[in-house]
Nanobody, 114 residues
Framework: QVQLVESGGGLVQPGGSLRLSCTASGIIFSLYDMGWYRQAPGKQRELVAVMFSSGNTNYADSVKGRFAISRDNAKNMVFLQLNSLKPEDTAVYYC????????WGKGTLVTVSS
């Protein structure tokens, strides 16, 4: 049974930082591309960042230079460091594992507001 469990969301002021974590179980973690997506109210889910099994990364233009994805294959974890947060970053952030098929976590809410 595959499980992805996110943590680390919360309320933060504009300009602040958060670190999201996702712990995976039930998969051979190192073989999967691991990503973070987000969905804001009334909007479609969008890719934020992905770290491929090769270690290469890809980021949405809107977060380049502010967010950083990393992974720890020994702990089956993927992280997303969110810096210089803006109100438009407010969304539910979802962890994704992809290898021909997608697995999703239930999401963690990030609210950026003063």
């Amino acid at each position: 049974q595959v499980q992805l469990v996110e943590s680390g969301g919360g309320l933060v002021q504009p300009g602040g930082s958060l670190r999201l974590s996702c712990t995976a179980s039930g998969i051979i973690f190192s073989l999967y591309d691991m990503g973070w997506y987000r969905q804001a109210p009334g909007k479609q889910r969008e890719l934020v960042a992905v770290m491929f099994s090769s270690g290469n990364t890809n980021y949405a233009d809107s977060v380049k230079g502010r967010f950083a994805i990393s992974r720890d294959n020994a702990k089956n974890m993927v992280f997303l460091q969110l810096n210089s947060l803006k109100p438009e970053d407010t969304a539910v952030y979802y962890c994704n594992a992809h290898r021909g098929f997608d697995y999703w976590g239930k999401g963690t809410l990030v609210t950026v507001s003063s």
